[in-house]
T-cell receptor, first 114, second 113 residues
């Protein structure tokens, strides 16, 4: 398996524009997580899904953020409208539930909002 | 909620020496403690984890210890090599909701030849 695949790797957008980040989890994994990483706040869990269903979105900062998982192999994180303070690296991770599981992270999307 | 503190924020060691990173957590119910390594431009990668029913775990040059009474856990890297240079994160969670990992702020480790 190629691992967790995120696209795009880099995104530069203007304030007010809509941004969509994409993630393809590892095949067969039933958990998917979206994290945000910034210098100020470190790694923060935004939302996670189990079997395509959102379980906990308490980390989503504002209503401008939304996430979907229409099927087991695809998820999106959307920011509308984007603001400069949304600039960060966004990571998607996936895992299996089990005694000795681990979360596999993608390479991340570096978002810059100007 | 859980709060994880990690020290030091930066650590410079000579190649061959040992490196120790320490974390404390606040929620006594936490029972899963993974450590992640993040190299520049990449996502975090799990290097070792420990659960609350174990006090110590070792994998080659890496070991983790857990003191549940004091609510702290540590990462030990022996015989450090230049490729150990990276940012290391500790994390804590409950296994029944382990997806909600609470990460420490990270430690930048630099191994100098």
């Amino acid at each position: 398996d190629a691992g967790v695949i995120q696209s795009p790797r880099h995104e530069v957008t203007e304030m007010g524009q809509e941004v969509t980040l994409r993630c393809k989890p590892i095949s067969g994994h039933d958990y998917l997580f979206w994290y945000r990483q910034t210098m100020m706040r470190g790694l923060e869990l935004l939302i996670y899904f189990n079997n395509n269903v959102p379980i906990d979105d308490s980390g989503m900062p504002e209503d401008r953020f939304s996430a979907k998982m229409p099927n087991a192999s695809f998820s999106t994180l959307k920011i509308q409208p984007s603001e400069p303070r949304d600039s960060a690296v966004y990571f998607c991770a996936s895992s299996l539930l089990g005694e000795n599981t681990e979360a596999f992270f993608g390479q991340g999307t570096r978002l810059t909002v100007v | 909620g859980e709060n994880v503190e990690q020290h030091p924020s930066t650590l410079s060691v000579q190649e061959g020496d040992s490196a120790v990173i320490k974390c404390t957590y606040s929620d006594s119910a936490s029972n899963y403690f993974p450590w992640y390594k993040q190299e520049l431009g990449k996502g975090p990668q799990l290097i070792i984890d420990i659960r609350s029913n174990v006090g110590e775990k070792k994998d080659q040059r890496i070991a983790v210890t857990l003191n549940k009474t004091a609510k702290h856990f540590s990462l030990h890297i022996t015989e450090t090599q230049p490729e150990d240079s990276a940012v290391y994160f500790c994390a804590a969670s409950l296994t029944d909701s382990w997806g909600k990992l609470q990460f420490g702020a990270g430690t930048q480790v630099v191994v100098t030849p």
